[in-house]
């Protein structure tokens, strides 16, 4: 019997975390209620969840303040963009903040290597630039740069999802994924709850079907599809997991297809193929680092 090496494992998790959170748009856009209070009841609900689970499991023992205040970091990151890319969705186009939410990747690899230190061969950023292509290509319609302030949002959220991305992967080599977890939709719940005070709209869905969906984003989007990918980024590099998510804009185009009957235009075919070659080809050079840094360890 074949047995799936850690990082074959960080690859398929973080891969089904891009999938499952990849569905999210859908879902709010049939949400009952504003924006940013989608996400304050996605990441409450989460919270209530994990909670139970935490008391039953005692997972809450030795926590200290100073580790609350560290792990309040990516929730407030990740509370962050999400509200700003809500509002982005306001002022621009869905493509377009879909768009500039996705240049995170080049925000992990500019933070990862003047502040980390983090070094990477010239192939990966090849394969990087690759995918962002692909994303491009999929994601770009002519005649929708209409809005800068949408625009410039979208590209602030980009910049605290990458800040959420480095801070999972550093705090994974200290914290329980549990944890992570739990504290990551705690905090990311304040930065959604004080952006729906400027939205107008219904404040609860008015539906068993409202209430359905935002509890679906809780269990399924933030617990599964967020826990994959944090369990994921605690196995592979942060530059290279950023790519793997590049698989969500693309997941809720083809869902886009299904549930709203979008086209999927021939530009768009091609960009999803030269989206999967560029994340094929970043793995490839991600081993090649990986395999070279083990050396380096083993010989030290």
């Not at 891009?18 to 949400?31: D, K, N, Q, Y």
């Amino acid at each position: 019997m074949t047995t799936l090496s850690l990082r074959t494992i960080g690859i398929l998790s973080t891969s089904i975390g891009a999938f499952l959170i990849g569905i999210a748009p859908i879902l709010v856009r049939t949400s009952e209620v504003t924006p940013s209070l989608t996400g304050f009841y996605r990441f409450l609900i989460a919270t209530f969840v994990l909670f139970l689970f935490g008391i039953i499991k005692k997972k809450f023992k030795n926590i200290k303040i100073k580790d609350i205040f560290y792990l309040s970091i990516p929730g407030l990151f990740f509370g962050t963009d999400i509200t700003l890319w809500h509002w982005s969705i306001n002022e621009t186009s869905i493509a377009n903040a879909s768009l500039f939410v996705n240049t995170a990747p080049i925000y992990v690899a500019i933070i990862s290597f003047f502040i980390f230190k983090e070094k990477l061969d010239l192939f990966f950023y090849f394969a990087g630039s690759f995918c962002l292509l692909g994303v491009f290509l999929i994601l770009f319609e002519q005649n929708e740069f209409q809005s800068l302030k949408g625009d410039f949002l979208s590209l602030l959220a980009a910049l605290f999802y990458s800040g959420y991305l480095i801070s999972i992967k550093r705090f994974s080599k200290t914290y329980d994924i549990f944890l992570l977890m739990f504290f990551s939709a705690l905090f990311g719940c304040i930065p959604l709850l004080a952006g729906s005070f400027v939205e107008s709209g219904a404040l609860v869905p008015y539906s068993y079907n409202g209430w359905i969906n935002l509890i679906f984003q809780g269990l399924f989007i933030q617990i599964a599809g967020q826990g994959s990918i944090i369990f994921g980024l605690s196995l592979l590099r942060v530059q290279f997991s950023s790519l793997i998510l590049l698989l969500q804009p693309l997941t809720a185009a083809l869902l886009a297809i299904i549930f709203f009957g979008e086209m999927f235009l021939n530009q768009q075919i091609f960009g999803a193929i030269i989206l999967l070659v560029g994340i094929y080809l970043a793995g490839i050079s991600d081993k090649k680092i990986r395999n070279k840094d083990d050396t380096k360890y083993q010989n030290s």
